[in-house]
């Protein structure tokens, strides 16, 4: 299917308009433009001129910003706005703090009729990755420990990120798709899947650190401690909504209101967690940053495994 | 199309179960049920057991006591939930209080992942049949003066009340409007059609009291004080949604998700506007109870015709 993308540009802050990052962009034919997304609405508006597809890709703590972004692509007549959701499914209220967030954008589009469609992925393999002790997945095992939840058996889509891009090429340029939440993934797998399926590509031993279904929703919903930040608590929420309630999958997506990319494109292709893991081992492939470092996940884990908070 | 609904029970506080109200309902062969929404959760869900299906229908204050309703139905195995909605067409936050508080009820149901189906069915007739001066449609015009709001011509969903059981029955057996939101509504008139129909039926000339749009946008958003109470700014907020920001229609609730019963149901009966008109008219019909009382519409002209909030 050829693409009906012409032209893409990219809002950069102006401070990083240096950045290797941005030339590379730029070598590849991305048009960059200035950009405050906390500056005045007119300028925002005047970069968003004759634009017709609006995409937010930010970190947790600039998602309001969306908010005068949005108001801005009304002005500047954006046709779609994908706001930042890029995550795994989940419930819009009281579960985790990063969607109650989100949800706000969301309705902001919403009250101002920006025409939007909202894209989630499900977990990244980096996710799902489990460690090796010769650590051969390196930054692509993005959990510091092999956390097992519960039994290990309860099921989730994980989706590599190199497929979101054509993921998302395909989307925005379905109308059915405007307006909608839509849930586009790789596969279905359990922690129990992930493991053994590393195992086999290593022949390593796993260790694992087994946590109960009931202290991770605990520790989800606990309040935030000098020692048990937010940004602990926001992965500890992943753990909850993904392993323990179950959301991130097919058919709740379908009882939240989303469409799935799987019926909407049967043919759409994706790489699967063993081509990643597979990748990985033979050095093709590094997932860029850690999230957190050694001590960000031995207080998870501290705290996960009876810990007091 | 022959009924699927089988058996009608209600749930009624125990202070009211001797109400004329309540016996009319069980010598129409409703099951009347002793329940307390703000009671344990044990007791409700017993109430619930061995029902289908779960519509809420409360006054505004009690919105929220469906929290507790929705934990209980979900032990009690309740396969669909119809939460308090009924109402215009409105995004989820920052426009009307009373959607807010609903929108509060419609996450924890799909947090604890109750199936539901969320009902609106526009502006009741009784909202937009004007007053003329022999004051013959009585309590069947509900807002008591003829605010006529920009130049009139914002349309708007109108739905008779008398409609919405049979379309909630209609609804309520359609798999296709599980866990989604269904608009059904009768026409779609403006102000302007609503006068002349109403000068057309009675012959009498209709006394109109201008309003800017601005002006109803600023009220809906003003601080509530002694005199505009949290009572009058739901109306205004009403007023500004339908009128001024035209959210009550087709089109703007496919925005945001719903199902239109039209398209649902081409072949489903309503009662036309200009029928109830004549209904009231000819003694056969009347509204049950006024929204408020002259000084409650006089507050509200006069802070929309200037007065200083």
Known sequence: ???????????????????????????????????????????????????DVLIASLPPQNTLDQIGLATAAVKAGIKRFVPNAWATVAPAEGVMILRDVKEQVFNHIK????????????????????????GKFGTASMVGKNFLIGDGSTPSAVTSMDDVG???????????????????YGEI????????????????????????????????????????????????QYFNT??????????????????????????LPFKTLEESMLETLQGRRNFPEAIGDDQYWEVIAKLLTGGVL
Chains 1, 2 share one sequence.
């Open 111 to 134: 009250k101002i009729r920006l025409p939007f469609t909202i894209i989630d992925i499900g977990f990244w393999h980096e996710g799902v990755t489990p460690v090796v002790p010769s």
């Open 1 to 51: 299917m050829p693409s009906l993308i012409k032209e893409v540009s990219a809002l950069v802050r102006a401070a990083s308009l240096q950045k290797q990052s941005v030339e590379d962009l730029r070598r590849r034919g991305v048009t960059i433009i200035a950009a405050d997304l906390q500056g005045p609405e007119d300028d925002l508006t005047s970069a968003l001129a004759g634009k």
């Open 166 to 184: 054509p993921f998302v090429a395909r989307i925005i340029a379905d109308p059915r798709t405007l307006n909608r939440y839509v849930f586009a």
């Open 242 to 267: 993904v392993w323990v309630r179950g959301d991130n999958c097919p058919r709740y997506a379908k009882e939240l209101g989303y469409m799935d990319a799987k019926e909407l494109y049967p043919d």
């Open 189 to 236: 797998k359990t922690q129990l899947d992930c493991l053994s399926l590393a195992k086999k590509l290593t022949g390593e031993e796993l260790e694992v650190v087994p946590i109960s279904l009931d202290k991770v929703s605990q520790l989800a919903n606990a309040a935030e401690t000098d020692e048990y930040t937010l940004w602990h608590k926001m992965f500890v």
